[in-house]
């Protein structure tokens, strides 16, 4: 039995490195053009085939147009990388921000995985911003700060501003939008650079600071806490001091409610921040201000359960509300902050449009996503229950396919709800679920909105549920939503986000002086009225 054991375990690993071998091998590799074709092809058929709203922002002429054309410039055999690039700008065409395409990037062996885990690249732990067209230092995750404020001028050479113009073209905001490109390629920045040059272990940064022009190298180097241990005789071993029953308590205790702070707020390990946070703002209560980055990480109901339960309680007169840089998340939680910031019944969202009558099968098996997920995908949604449960919760209507969730059903507030003054500070960079809670107290003139218009479509997005296909020759993989979720309020034209009632842009001089410029107009609205 062990021998057998045994030689399962080798033939995994084998299998595994064989794999990681194939895999990498596919990188340096010319694919002939016939091949190239064949993959385009493949990618539209797919798109064509799952996406309920394909033809929404660019009519069908102009999207054949564009991958005819694309197949006619690929006349010599290329990289999969080099198809991603001229693959990339083309799907962005069909401006649904949910639809991706990825890079191919290499594979590394379980004994290399483990080694990088203990290294990071300096250059990951920098946070750009992108604003008056040049790419800024806005935050560092390390312990050196000195690069914070200064311009990104060069990366290898290359110029970072055509870095930034080409990497807009390779995704999409929702139909005819702009203010999510500059957002969006600012944070994204070093993923995109990633995706664009591959595996690297150093670089070179030029950086502008005033006057002063200077260059920086990047290495991969190992974390912190992760450096390889001396030899212990040189070691000095760090003395340990003895804790008393009640420290040891106390520690135990303390740890407890990081855990559950961590659990309820969305603790962000990168940025060491949460994602969900509440405070007050001034030397009292009339002022509240909620901060959500995104509508995922970790539990959320006793967040904002117990959040307005206090506003009420202390009958908070104001309260801001933070979508910001918000990329989106679940429905379920923008549909219970929604319940506490409306005094109505609502129904929030409008039944889905979809592709098929099973598209939890369809997300869960594909030939994009790993064997683990299309295993469980197997499991789960090919027995006749599961299966009857999706057909059933579909019905035809005018030769479309609608699928019905919860959400479409009529809700009632919560007891708890909010009715004093609210405020929303939106940007490009708020996004899928941040533009439908946006869409619903936008539409009831719930909240007077300040920043920029949203990245995300006042008329909804195809997300939900994804299917992730695999191109058979390539590899590359395409990510596309199954459902089109908008809410029952339009707006005409289609295709632009939920527009601000004061438009307000933030400013190089004001980053460096560390001024929210959005939300101090909102505390000095407050103090008008008052």
Same mark, same amino acid.
């Given at each position: ?8 375990v080798l ?14 091998a ?7 053009v016939?091949?190239?074709h ?6 539209y058929?797919?798109l ?10 660019t ?5 054949? /147009? #564009? ?9 010599? &055999?290329i990289?999969? !990388?080099e198809l ?9 065409n ?7 395409v990825?890079?191919f990037?290499?594979w =590394?062996?379980?004994k ?22 040049k ?11 000195s690069?914070?404020?200064? $311009?990104v001028?060069?990366?290898? +050479? $290359?110029?970072?501003n ?7 073209? %390779?995704f ?9 490109h500059? !957002?969006?390629?600012?944070? +994204?920045?070093a993923?995109?650079y990633?995706?664009d ?10 950086f ?5 022009v200077? *260059?920086r190298?990047?290495? !991969?180097?190992y ?10 005789l ?6 340990r001091?003895?804790?008393s029953?009640?420290e040891? #308590?106390e520690n135990?205790?303390a740890?407890?409610? #990081?855990?559950k702070d961590?659990?309820?707020? +969305?603790f962000?390990?990168? *940025?060491?921040?949460?994602t %969900?946070n509440?405070? /007050? ?15 995922s ?5 006793? =967040?904002y %359960? ?23 998340? !679940?429905i ?6 929604y319940?506490f910031l ?5 129904? =929030?969202i409008?039944?889905?449009e979809?592709?098929s ?8 098996i ?8 299309n295993?469980? +995908?197997a499991?789960?949604y090919?027995?006749p ?6 057909y =059933?919760?579909?019905k ?8 019905k ?6 809700k009632? &507030?919560?007891?708890?709800n ?6 929303? @500070?939106i940007?490009?960079?708020?996004? *899928?679920a *941040?533009?439908?809670?946006s869409?619903?107290l ?5 909240a007077?909105?300040?920043? $920029? ?5 006042y008329?909804?997005?195809v997300?939900? @549920?994804?299917?992730?296909y695999k191109?058979?020759?390539?590899k590359?993989?395409? %990510?596309?939503g199954?459902?089109?979720?908008e ?8 295709g632009?986000?939920v ?8 400013n190089?001089v004001?980053r ?7 939300? $101090?107009w ?6 008008k009225?008052?």
């Amino acid at each position: 039995m062990k021998n057998l054991l045994l030689s399962l375990v080798l033939l995994v690993v084998f299998v595994s490195c064989k794999s990681v071998e194939k895999h990498n091998a596919l990188i340096t590799k010319l694919h002939p053009v016939e091949d190239l074709h064949n993959d385009i092809d493949k990618l539209y058929k797919q798109l064509k085939r799952n996406h309920p709203k394909l033809y929404q922002y660019t009519s069908k002429e102009v999207l054949d /147009f #564009k991958f005819d054309s694309l197949k006619t410039t690929i006349n010599t &055999p290329i990289t999969s !990388r080099e198809l991603y690039k001229k693959l990339a700008p083309v799907v962005a065409n069909i401006k649904q921000g949910h639809v991706t395409v990825g890079s191919f990037n290499k594979w =590394f062996t379980k004994k290399e995985r483990k080694d990088l885990k203990k290294r990071k690249l300096e250059f990951h732990d920098l946070d750009f911003e992108y604003l008056e067209n040049k790419l800024w230092v806005k935050r560092t995750f390390g312990k050196d700060s000195s690069m914070v404020g200064s $311009e990104v001028v060069t990366i290898d +050479g $290359e110029q970072v501003n055509d870095l930034v113009n080409t990497y807009k073209t %390779r995704f999409a905001s929702d139909g005819y939008n702009t203010t999510l490109h500059n !957002r969006f390629v600012g944070k +994204g920045f070093a993923r995109y650079y990633n995706k664009d040059k591959g595996f690297i272990d150093s670089l070179e940064v030029t950086f502008k600071n005033k006057d002063s022009v200077f *260059s920086r190298l990047y290495k !991969r180097i190992y974390k912190d806490d992760k450096k390889p241990k001396t030899d212990s005789l040189q070691t000095k071993k760090k003395s340990r001091v003895k804790l008393s029953k009640s420290e040891k #308590k106390e520690n135990k205790l303390a740890n407890k409610k #990081k855990r559950k702070d961590h659990k309820k707020y +969305g603790f962000i390990s990168k *940025s060491k921040e949460y994602t %969900r946070n509440f405070n /007050f703002i001034g030397k009292d209560s009339s002022v509240a201000y909620m901060k959500i980055r995104s509508f995922s990480n970790r539990k959320y109901k006793k =967040f904002y %359960r117990e959040s307005f339960n206090q506003l009420a309680f202390l009958k908070t007169e104001n309260l801001i509300l933070d979508l910001r840089d918000n990329g989106g998340g !679940r429905i379920s939680e923008i549909d219970y902050l929604y319940s506490f910031l409306t005094d109505k019944n609502y129904v =929030f969202i409008e039944p889905i449009e979809v592709n098929s009558r099973l598209p939890l099968t369809k997300s869960l098996i594909s030939n994009g996503n790993s064997t683990f997920v299309n295993i469980i +995908g197997a499991l789960t949604y090919i027995d006749p229950i599961s299966l009857g449960y999706q057909y =059933f919760n579909t019905k035809k209507v005018d030769d479309k396919i609608y699928y019905k969730m919860k959400y479409n059903k009529s809700k009632k &507030p919560k007891k708890a709800n909010y009715k004093g003054k609210l405020y929303v @500070l939106i940007n490009g960079n708020s996004f *899928s679920a *941040s533009s439908l809670i946006s869409t619903h107290l936008k539409a009831t003139k719930r909240a007077t909105f300040v920043g $920029e218009e949203t990245g995300g479509a006042y008329n909804g997005c195809v997300a939900g @549920l994804y299917r992730i296909y695999k191109l058979p020759n390539t590899k590359l993989n395409i %990510r596309m939503g199954l459902m089109q979720i908008e809410t029952s309020h339009k707006q005409t034209p289609d295709g632009f986000g939920v527009k601000p009632d004061i438009v307000i842009l933030p400013n190089l001089v004001d980053r460096q002086l560390d001024i929210d410029t959005e939300l $101090e107009w909102i505390v000095e609205d407050i103090h008008k009225q008052e």
